[in-house]
């Protein structure tokens, strides 16, 4: 792509036209992500705008004009104004000493590109353009990845948001040797990016590139060498095609995606080991609770992969002691059958829509009444035989109360 090219493609937006007339109080810049997918043809809801005057009176401006509000992140020196309104956010900063001294600190080169608002020029003083043209991910300067280690996952976050990218062997290296700083940074920052990645349409290829040079080894040390990348990669790869989607799998892989991070403690693909899993995770930072659900419901999604349209009993009585889970379970299900080249994707449909119909059926027997046919005293036991009639019934193996009564009674005897 050209100067001039890139110069039309940004001049036909009438939005960036509409910011550029909100607020005079400064030169306006977009730049960033938002500036670099634009130049790839995607479009984009959120935009990064740097300000050479007040950030903050031009946030207030944005937002007063777009109907929004604005609010800081971070903390000063090094505040961001974020602008939230109906047609998605605004980023606002400030230049510091002087806009050259802003694009050396930029992480790639295609994300140090700026656009001067309305009509230009395009700045470009690291070779950001001929970066994107060739589809390279290229690091401006290695002391910016020092500065923040989060630059280095973003660089494999990138390859998985935008396939047509390709790091440079040289920007590999960099990205390896600073990956150690990546376990000082804050969790919460780490973990939005690999949400982030394992939704991404190329992270097959990102999870094996950040396993190869260390990345992962950096923020969970259980993937130190770690042999079955290639098999975790290509279970991610059916996930984020999962995410992609819209309905009850997408959902499910959405809540089950951050499970594939835990493999190597877990045992995969071997043998899942749930507690392990769930110890990973909330190790590499995510919260515990999400973590229990992640592990859980990919521990449920292994079981449900061994026998997904080949047992009907069995899988139903998985689908039963999955319950709310099971939609993550499945999509765990799926993406592992797939990983390994078979299709589950109609026997894993057509077993939701089972279980929604076998759920709205009331118990054969209410739970008193199993409690005292098998004289069990209040707690646990209670609930466990409950749930395992509801498994019995879900299998075939009874179909009425008189049935579920004759099934418990020899259970007693």
């Avoid at 550029?20 to 705008?49: C, E, K, M």
């Avoid at 990138?158 to 376990?183: C, I, K, M, Y």
Wanted: glycine fraction near 12%; charged fraction near 20%.
């Amino acid at each position: 792509m050209t100067g001039p090219e890139a110069a039309r493609r940004l001049l036909a937006s009438s939005r960036l036209r509409r910011l550029a007339t909100i607020w005079d109080g400064g030169q306006i810049f977009l730049t960033g992500g938002a500036l670099r997918d634009r130049l790839l043809g995607f479009p984009t809801h959120d935009l990064d705008l740097a300000v050479t005057g007040d950030p903050q009176a031009a946030a207030r401006a944005f937002a007063a004009a777009l109907g929004g509000h604005s609010f800081p992140l971070g903390r000063a020196p090094l505040v961001t104004w974020r602008v939230t309104g109906a047609h998605g956010s605004v980023d606002v900063w400030g230049i510091g000493e002087s806009l050259e001294r802003d694009i050396f600190r930029r992480d790639f080169t295609v994300n140090a590109l700026f656009w001067r608002l309305p009509r230009g020029p395009l700045l470009d003083l690291v070779g950001g353009l001929a970066d994107l043209a060739a589809g390279c991910i290229r690091v401006v300067r290695h002391e910016n990845l020092l500065h923040d280690p989060l630059r280095v996952l973003r660089g494999v976050r990138l390859l998985a948001t935008h396939p047509r990218l390709r790091l440079t062997h040289e920007s590999e290296q960099q990205l390896g040797s600073a990956a150690p700083g990546l376990q000082a940074v804050a969790r919460e920052r780490v973990c939005e990016e690999l949400r982030i990645l394992l939704a991404g349409p190329g992270v097959e290829r990102a999870l094996l590139v950040a396993a190869r040079i260390g990345i992962l080894a950096a923020i969970l040390p259980t993937w130190d060498g770690y042999t079955h990348a290639g098999t975790v990669a290509r279970l991610a790869a059916g996930l984020a095609g999962a995410q992609a989607g819209t309905g009850a799998l997408a959902r499910g892989a959405r809540e089950v995606a951050p499970a594939v991070l835990a493999s190597p403690a877990a045992g995969f693909p071997e043998r899942w080991e749930q507690t392990a899993a769930s110890a990973a995770l909330a190790k590499g930072g995510w919260p515990p609770r999400a973590a229990q659900h992640a592990a859980g419901a990919a521990s449920l999604g292994e079981g449900l992969a061994a026998v997904l349209g080949r047992d009907t009993g069995e899988e139903r009585a998985l689908a039963v002691r999955a319950g709310e889970q099971l939609e993550a379970a499945l999509a765990w299900a799926v993406a592992r059958r797939g990983a390994a080249g078979s299709e589950a994707g109609a026997p894993a449909t057509r077993l939701l829509r089972w279980w929604r119909g076998f759920a709205a059926v009331p118990p054969l027997l209410p739970g008193d009444e199993i409690a005292d046919l098998l004289r069990l005293p209040p707690g646990p036991a209670r609930s466990e035989a409950v749930q395992a009639l509801r498994e019995a019934h879900a299998r075939g193996e009874v179909r009425t109360p008189a049935q579920a009564r004759r099934l418990l009674l020899r259970a007693v005897r």
